[in-house]
C-alpha cells in the first residue's frame, strides 16, 4: 500500500480542487470557469447574503475577482454550462452530470424531504395543476402560480405555500428546473426542455449503477485523496452505492488504497490526482466550498475544525455569524467573520482569529489577509474596510490594512 504523508495528501486534495494554479493576471474568461466547473463538479448554493452568496465564492477563491455576470450566464443563459439541481446540497452543476443524476430524479419518493412527499400524496390534483400551468405557461414562480391559501405561519423557516411545494416535488423529480432566479432569490420554473441544452436532454439515461459510478469517478476526480465517506457525502450517495463505485474503480485500478499519514482510516487516491511539491494559494473560502464539504475529511486531512454558527444563538458564538476560513500556502491559517455593508461601501470584518493550530506568524498572516480582504472588497464594489475588535488577529489585521 503507498504512503502518503499528511502534507503530501493535503497537497494533493488542495490540488484536486483547483488550488494548485496561480490566480489568472488577466480577466476570467468563461474558459477559466469552465475549467473550475469541470474540476469541481458543483457550487453549493446558500440564500445566506451577508458577505456573497456561496455559489459566488468558489471561483472567486480559486480565480480572483472576477464578473459575477459570468457564472450567471453560466447557470441561467444558453447555452448553459450549469444547472440547478440536489447535489450535495442545493447546487449549481455542471450541466453534463445531468443525465448521471436521473437515478436520484427517478428516487424522489425516497430521496425528497418528507413535506414535498406528503404534498404529492395529498394534493395529486394540486401537482398536477402545477406542472401543467408551468409546461403551458413557464417560466414562472411560485407566486405567479393562482392558488389561493393561508400559509402555515408555525415555522421558523421558509413557510412554503403549497404550490411551492408542489413545484418542489417537481423540482426534485427532475419535471421543472430552474430557469433563472428573480432579484429576490426566487426560484422561477420551467421544463428542462426549454432550459437544458438540446444535447443533454437528447442523452440516454444511463441505468442506475453506471450513472452512480460515473458520479462517483467524478467525485474521486475531485478529492484527489478520499474515504468512502468523503465519496459519498460529495454527491450525497448512499453508502452501498458508494463502496460498490469505489469496488469496481479499485478493480480497474482508476483508484488505489493510500496510507495517509494522521489520517487513519481506509483511503484511497484517484489515479490521475497529481502531488504538487508547494501550494501557494491565498484565498477566503466559503462555509460551503466543496474543498470543505465532508466536516470530518476537512478536520483530519487539512486541519480544520469548522462548525457554522448561523444558527448558535449569538451570545454562544465562538467566532462569529458567517464565518470564512483563510487558505494561506498550503494550510488554514486565519478565519474572519465577514459583513458587506452596501448602503456605506463597506466591508465589516466582524472578527478576526488566528486559525487553532497555527504556526504561521501573525504579523505574515495579518497582512496577507489583510491584502486578500482588500481584493475581496474591491470584488464586490466596495471602497472601505473595517475591522472590529473582536478576535486575537484583530489588531495585527487593524495593524496591517493601516499599513
Not at 56 to 85: H, I, K, W
Not at 267 to 274: C, G
Request: charged share 25%; with cysteine; net charge positive.
Amino acid at each position: 500500500m503507498q504512503r502518503l504523508s499528511r502534507d503530501a495528501a493535503r497537497r494533493v486534495a488542495l490540488a484536486a480542487q483547483g488550488f494548485d494554479r496561480s490566480r489568472p493576471e488577466r480577466p476570467v474568461t468563461r474558459r477559466d470557469l469552465t475549467r473550475v466547473v469541470s474540476q469541481l463538479g458543483q457550487f453549493q448554493i446558500d440564500s445566506v447574503n451577508v458577505m456573497a452568496r456561496a455559489h459566488y465564492l468558489p471561483l472567486y477563491s480559486r480565480l480572483g475577482s472576477y464578473d459575477v455576470r459570468l457564472l450567471e450566464a453560466a447557470g441561467y443563459n444558453a447555452p448553459r454550462r450549469m444547472f440547478e439541481y440536489w447535489g450535495h446540497a442545493a447546487s449549481l452543476i455542471d450541466v453534463d452530470l445531468q443525465p448521471v443524476l436521473r437515478w436520484k430524479m427517478a428516487r424522489a419518493a425516497e430521496e425528497a424531504w418528507r413535506g414535498v412527499v406528503r404534498v404529492r400524496d395529498e394534493h395529486p390534483g394540486l401537482v398536477e395543476h402545477v406542472l401543467r400551468t408551468v409546461a403551458a405557461e413557464g417560466p414562472l414562480t411560485a407566486r405567479q402560480i393562482e392558488h389561493e391559501e393561508q400559509r402555515r405561519r408555525d415555522h421558523w423557516g421558509w413557510n412554503w405555500s403549497s404550490v411551492k411545494t408542489a413545484l418542489e416535488w417537481h423540482f426534485w423529480t427532475g419535471s421543472v428546473t430552474s430557469a433563472r432566479r428573480t432579484p429576490q432569490f426566487e426560484r422561477v420554473y420551467d421544463i428542462p426542455e426549454r432550459v437544458l441544452p438540446r444535447h443533454i436532454v437528447e442523452t440516454p439515461t444511463p441505468d442506475e449503477p453506471t450513472a452512480q459510478l460515473q458520479l462517483a469517478r467524478r467525485t474521486a476526480r475531485a478529492l484527489g485523496v478520499f474515504s468512502e465517506r468523503c465519496l459519498a457525502d460529495y454527491f450525497r450517495m448512499r453508502t452501498v452505492p458508494a463502496r460498490a463505485a469505489i469496488a469496481t474503480m479499485a478493480a480497474s485500478g482508476e483508484i488505489r488504497p493510500v496510507d495517509v499519514e494522521g489520517w487513519p482510516g481506509p483511503r484511497w487516491l484517484w489515479h490521475e490526482a497529481r502531488t504538487p511539491r508547494t501550494i501557494h494559494a491565498r484565498a477566503i473560502i466559503s462555509p460551503f466550498d466543496s474543498l470543505i464539504f465532508e466536516r470530518e475529511r476537512a478536520h483530519g486531512l487539512l486541519g480544520l475544525l469548522y462548525r457554522i454558527e448561523i444558527y448558535v444563538p449569538e451570545a454562544q458564538r465562538r467566532f462569529g455569524y458567517y464565518v470564512y476560513p483563510f487558505l494561506l500556502g498550503d494550510r488554514f491559517v486565519a478565519r474572519v467573520d465577514l459583513k458587506a455593508d452596501r448602503a456605506r461601501g463597506r466591508l465589516i470584518v466582524r472578527s478576526a482569529w488566528v486559525e487553532p493550530g497555527s504556526h504561521a506568524p501573525a504579523s505574515l498572516v495579518a497582512r496577507e489577509l489583510a491584502a486578500e480582504l482588500a481584493q475581496v472588497a474591491g470584488w464586490q464594489g466596495l471602497s472601505e474596510l473595517n475591522v472590529e475588535e473582536r478576535g486575537d488577529l484583530a489588531a495585527a489585521l487593524r495593524a496591517a490594512l493601516d499599513r
